[in-house]
């Protein structure tokens, strides 16, 4: 399944090296890009892999140039893993305001044109971008994954719905709960359409209360001072339905902090730290 990827960064970092590409994605019918940083390859021949999902109008640039994870990932040995948000290109559905369209595929497969025909992204993170880091890089063993807001969403999403897969889950102020909150109303309406019944299956409360399998740890981080606490993310919603499972979720409240990516790199090596215990 080899992809043609062009190579549009090698930057050396923290001993290690941070890579951005470019390919053709079947999937999603478009150019996409991703940006991926591996630890020094003689310390550590076989490194795990954290995936990062970034938010509402993110590329895969915010995380890799903002949240300083480069220097903790290169002393412990893992690589990491920042693809794109959304399909992009002039022949790809968009919207004119900035929480649909692109850079806000919300990590669903849409059902929907003008969405259906590009907006398949949870297949494109969990099939081909898999497949493609898999092959070219040999990242075959042990994964985590954790996100930002929009991606906290895509992160606790994919990981309840792979089981088994991914050792242990992470997210800063992640929107739990899509389906009542109106980020999460507006892009289900347009990719999935206003019939709720497939809802449930992108919704991590949803999920959550049905799970029964294997149990992946759960750590969130959300900011009191963040702008979209309330309205948008709500995560102790997430956090009572674990605790009437049993389920291991911590959620810490972070006093003061906001939205920003500021607040992801005050954490960043906690996060990384979490995953590598679990890895």
Same mark, same amino acid.
């Given at each position: ?43 550590f021949e076989a490194p795990p892999l954290i995936w990062w999902l970034s938010g509402l ?32 290109? *002039? ?7 900035? =929480?649909? $369209?692109? @850079?806000?595929? +919300? !990590?669903?497969?849409?059902? &929907? ?28 063993g042990s994964e985590s994954i954790m996100g930002h807001s ?61 799970? *029964? ?7 969130? =981080?959300? $900011?009191? @001072?963040?702008? +979209? !606490?309330?309205?948008?993310? &709500? ?45």
């Amino acid at each position: 399944m080899t992809k043609k990827l062009e190579l549009l960064e090698e930057h050396r970092s923290f001993d290690g090296t941070q890579l951005k590409y470019r390919h053709y994605s079947e999937v999603l019918g478009c150019d996409m890009t991703f940006s991926l940083f591996l630890p020094n390859k003689e310390k550590f021949e076989a490194p795990p892999l954290i995936w990062w999902l970034s938010g509402l109008t993110c590329t895969d640039d915010n995380f890799t140039h903002k949240a300083g994870a480069q220097k903790r990932a290169a002393e412990i040995g893992l690589a990491l893993l920042m693809p794109d948000t959304s399909p992009r290109g *002039d022949d790809v559905a968009d919207d004119v305001d900035w =929480d649909l $369209g692109q @850079g806000a595929g +919300f !990590y669903v497969n849409a059902m &929907q044109e003008p969405w259906a025909r590009n907006f398949q992204m949870y297949d494109y993170i969990v099939t081909e971008l898999t497949g493609i880091v898999r092959e070219e890089f040999g990242l075959t063993g042990s994964e985590s994954i954790m996100g930002h807001s929009m991606g906290g969403h895509g992160a606790l999403v994919i990981g309840l719905r792979n089981p088994g897969r991914f050792r242990s889950i992470s997210a800063f102020a992640p929107i739990v709960n899509p389906m009542e909150v109106p980020w999460g109303q507006k892009a289900f309406d347009a990719y999935l359409g206003e019939n709720r019944e497939s809802w449930p299956e992108w919704d991590a409360t949803k999920l959550l209360a049905e799970h *029964d399998g294997t149990q992946a740890p759960i750590l969130i =981080d959300q $900011g009191t @001072g963040d702008s +979209f !606490y309330h309205e948008q993310l &709500q995560p102790e919603k997430l956090a009572e339905i674990a605790d009437g499972k049993s389920y291991p979720l911590t959620l810490r409240m972070r006093d003061g902090y906001d939205h920003s990516y500021y607040f992801i790199a005050s954490f960043i090596d906690e996060h990384l730290e979490f995953h590598q215990k679990h890895l």
